[in-house]
Structures are given as structure tokens and as C-alpha cells.
């Protein structure tokens, strides 16, 4: 894959502009959104510490900018339900960021967000995991989603 940006950094540059943004975009109210955007948040870290685990345990590199030391197509556990549960586990940090700071401009950022993985990152990951595992990884396409 050519070089690209480190998912987690992208994720911390969304965090930042949702930051940022507070003064630019006009905000939301309603009862609870600190234990909604807590509550996200946290689905959010144990999805991503879920999915880093099963790398781990089926040791397979987590680097999704090194592809070629993918050693192990992980299907089980949380990739059951999603392809990218990493990912989703980012977006969720995203958005429970967004409710927390009231911030209507978080979820166009979260959306961005989004777009972006898809384009830049997922898509040229699923073209060298087709390389790689070849049929098993068609399979998986096949049955499971690219986020939920």
C-alpha cells in the first residue's frame, strides 16, 4: 500500500477539529449527553481493545500500513459483525467526543471521518487482503459488512 496516515492519527486530528470547532458550529442540548457520550466512548475503546486482542492472540500485525505481514485472516470475535470493528471503534470515540462537547459540527466531522476511511484506507486494504488471502478473503466480503 503507498504511505498513508496512520488511522489512530487520523481519528486524534478528528478529535482535535471537533475541539476547534465548538466556536464554529452551533451546539445540541438534551438531558444525559455526558453518560451518552461517555457510554459511546467506552463502547468505542473496548472495541478497539477487543479487535487489537484478536490481532494479537492470532498473531497477525494490527498495522493496517504494512498489509504484507498480515500472517492471519481474522474472522472470529467482533470481525463477525464488522471488517473493521478498529475502525468503528475510532468512529464511536468520534462521536461520543461530539455529544459530550455538544458540538453539531462533531458528527459532520464524524461523517468525514467516514468518507475518508473508506476512500483512503479501507478500500486499498481490502484490494492487498484480496491479494493475500485470495478466496477466504472474497468469502468474508461476502457475509460480512465493511462497518456494522
Known amino acids: 500500500m503507498k504511505k498513508r496516515i496512520p488511522p489512530p492519527l487520523i ?12 466556536s464554529i458550529f452551533p451546539s445540541f442540548v438534551f438531558s444525559y449527553k455526558l453518560q451518552l457520550g461517555i457510554f459511546v466512548i467506552t463502547i468505542g475503546f473496548l472495541l478497539l481493545i477487543i479487535s487489537i486482542k484478536s490481532f494479537i492472540d492470532n498473531k497477525t500485525t494490527i498495522n493496517p500500513l504494512n498489509l ?12 463477525r459483525f464488522s471488517r473493521n470493528p ?21 458528527l459532520i466531522i464524524s ?4 468518507f475518508y476511511m473508506n476512500f483512503f484506507q479501507i478500500i486499498p486494504e481490502e484490494k492487498a487482503l484480496q491479494n ?8 468474508y466480503r ?3 459488512r465493511r462497518w456494522i
Open 142 to 144: 461476502k457475509t460480512v
Open 86 to 106: 478498529m475502525y468503528l471503534g475510532m468512529l464511536l470515540f468520534l462521536l461520543g467526543t461530539a455529544i459530550i462537547l455538544n458540538i453539531i459540527g462533531g
Open 68 to 79: 504484507k505481514k498480515s500472517t492471519y485472516l481474522v474472522t472470529s470475535g467482533v470481525f
Open 111 to 114: 461523517i468525514l471521518f467516514i
Open 132 to 139: 493475500l488471502f485470495g478466496k477466504n478473503y472474497r468469502n
Open 11 to 22: 481519528a486524534m486530528l478528528c478529535v482535535l477539529i471537533i475541539f476547534l470547532s465548538k
